[in-house]
């Protein structure tokens, strides 16, 4: 074959492959010269590879340690100095473990690929990335690894980008290299029906799109950050969540899957449900008897807004006599802050009391396919009933259909929709 | 007072100060309170401080450690990337300690100030420092805390400065930023005539020139590197070696303080050795009947510093019937590198065979002043051979004169030259 084929046969297989390993893949030597093996291996397979890890395990709370040591209120800016520190142990090892295994490795920190965000320290969000110098590394044969969950501000200060901020990293890199996929390991092999600790009948998902799997990931799905699905979604990056462990195909996260190509790829007659979650952080606040007057919901939410609440569900009940009752859900880790919020606003609302109920759990069912298929929301809630399980509150959108229930059904509700939508089935 | 004559008084009175402080004093969380303290303690006096960090103690091994888990042959720029993490941890979590002190503090890595180095890993060399972000800070009343130890080259690649390398930041830092001092902070409270633990009659020197100093550092004083000094004397930076564990006053090293001006300072009938130093890291060569041609010495020696062997004292025989006997002194931790050389440089070399004495100190004395009095190299002559102790090399400069001992001797000739210089008078 001549010389010029072969190189147009490789250059047309040739792909750009960014993939991220989570601080327990790299939580010991010998599991950093496993992600270092993964990544010699698709790179000898003749891709171009492009590694983003988090800190070793417990090396984040090993520094935060240190620094309540000498800190009572410890400044946002030097826990980032600090933590940084984290995933730039982890670049140099990984770096070291590949040219080991006899290849070509360049580390790169957040500030030297210019992984620019803004300056607000421990949740910083990206602006741009520079990826000349990657593809500059990535063109002379070199394995390129990233340090995750960090970057750089306007005025070179260190910024790290929060809780699940190395998929972040993995996925806006992949999005500025426009790589072929972003492989996102961990210490589970993909995405499931439902959680499999909560029902064995759970079946991995091969291929889901990026919308339905924004809507597990708010929803309390734990393999991918909802920041990533939603850069990914937005960026048009094509995700494959795998595991560290093991050589199998993971779950395709897809995002230019249309709910008409969803639908044809599971038969036009087939499942219009793909998954059901349920998140058990989930607390809820009924007011009773607020003034029915114009901006009574704003004097209400904006100052939880404020105070940093995230408010879910909502629900005002019809007026009566000029007054109303508004039910809404918070995560029931800040529940107790919702409640002192509310006792402060109370003179200045008028209402007459409120209560409180910690102990619930959202059910939900998410699928593309249900905008086309009417009878879903009927079918959940008949599930549902026909298990004895009350129905606290609903929401609903084109995609999911979330049900507040007691928290001690929580289980139950997910085996009989997983069982009603028959998720075990291909 | 009016206002205006307290701001000429206040801006008079105020300095510009850099403190540096190693590893040990760096080793706990308390410690790292105790130098926060000590910062704080000077910006309340008035003071402009900058201070200068290495790595917290025990953690520059801890990182070697995980290196070498990882790789058998590690490549530099990795390492530095690695190890600068340890400088890194200190200033984010002295920054902490000082803000939580109430005051002001900034952290700044090698490459935020551009510490720009030479790309030579693991032992670069200083090129340039910017000082216009620590002015800004320090005219804002913030401390400015600087990792030592780092840099960066021209390409944004970490480099790290080598052994010593945090003392040679801090006096770089002062050099840029014509800082009025550079205080070493260490475990010791001061340059002293000669080790303690080897004469308890050594008494600790207020002040001392530069290029002294820079001899009695070569010479095997541990407390300041001889980087450090040169760069201190180059550069004109005032260096006070001061213990951190104790407020005292320690040892002043001045750059401008010329022989005369020195000898003004001790009284002009004074002491004119101000220290007496001991190395015992030295091993004697002795090659003999090298054939006398034009070019020997240079193909001897040329190889041993392509080796990286560093030659120090060199005594050539007057020839006879044509050949030469060279004896020199190497470190003894390369002796026997030295030796496989001369080895297999015999057949070229045409030498008749060679001796090598690896049981051997070297003892020096030093003073600015003896260069004005006549006298000094015969006096410390006669004190050795008064002892009983045989002087195998001799070599002077015009401010030191060192005499080679059998290391059983080495102690017993400190002592005696101490005594005889009488310099446990101040």
């Not at 080991?100 to 580390?107: D, I, N, Q, V």
């Not at 044969?141 to 910024?159: K, S, W």
């Amino acid at each position: 074959m001549p010389a010029t084929l072969q190189t147009t046969s490789h250059a047309r297989t040739q792909k750009l492959i960014v993939q991220k390993f989570g601080g327990s893949s790299m939580g010991t030597i010998e599991r950093i010269q496993n992600v270092a093996r993964r990544a010699v291996k698709t790179a000898a397979e003749g891709h171009q590879v492009v590694v983003v890890v988090s800190a070793m395990q417990g090396e984040t709370d090993r520094l935060l340690k240190l620094a309540s040591g000498v800190s009572t209120r410890p400044a946002d800016r030097e826990i980032d100095v600090l933590l940084a520190t984290g995933e730039q142990v982890s670049i140099a090892l990984l770096a070291l473990a590949i040219c080991e295994l006899g290849y070509k490795a360049r580390s790169f920190l957040g500030h030297q690929v210019e992984i620019r965000t803004d300056s607000t320290h421990g949740s910083a969000r990206i602006r741009s990335i520079k990826a000349d110098p990657v593809h500059e590394c990535l063109r002379k044969g070199e394995i390129v690894v990233i340090a995750g969950f960090q970057g750089v501000d306007q005025h070179g200060n260190i910024t790290t980008l929060g809780r699940g901020g190395s998929d972040l990293s993995a996925v806006a890199m992949a999005a500025a290299l426009k790589a072929d996929s972003c492989e996102i390991y961990s210490d589970v092999d993909g995405i499931y029906t439902t959680d499999p600790n909560v029902y064995n009948k759970a079946r991995k998902i091969p291929r889901i799109g990026s919308e339905e799997m924004l809507e597990l990931a708010s929803l309390g799905a734990k393999v991918l950050q909802t920041r990533s699905v939603e850069f990914a979604l937005k960026y048009n990056v094509t995700l494959h969540c795998r595991s560290s462990f093991s050589d199998g195909e993971g779950s395709w996260v897809v995002p230019e899957m249309s709910g008409l190509e969803d639908a044809e790829m599971k038969g036009l007659e087939g499942a219009v449900v793909t998954a059901v979650s349920c998140d058990k952080n989930t607390a809820k606040l009924t007011v009773v008897g607020i003034p029915d007057t114009p901006g009574a919901a704003a004097r209400l939410f904006a100052p939880m807004a404020d105070a940093g609440i995230n408010i879910d569900v909502i629900i005002q009940n019809p007026p009566q006599e000029g007054r109303t009752d508004v039910t809404f859900t918070v995560p029931r880790n800040v529940a107790d802050r919702a409640v002192q919020l509310l006792e402060s606003l109370q003179p200045a609302l008028g209402f007459h009391s409120f209560s409180v109920d910690k102990s619930l759990a959202k059910v939900s069912v998410v699928g593309a396919g249900m905008v086309s298929q009417p009878g879903v929301a009927q079918r959940t809630f008949a599930a549902l009933g026909d298990a004895g399980i009350s129905i606290l509150l609903i929401s609903t959108s084109e995609i999911k259909i979330s049900c507040v229930v007691e928290d001690r059904f929580a289980d139950l509700a997910v085996r009989v929709l997983h069982d009603k939508f028959e998720l075990e089935k291909t």
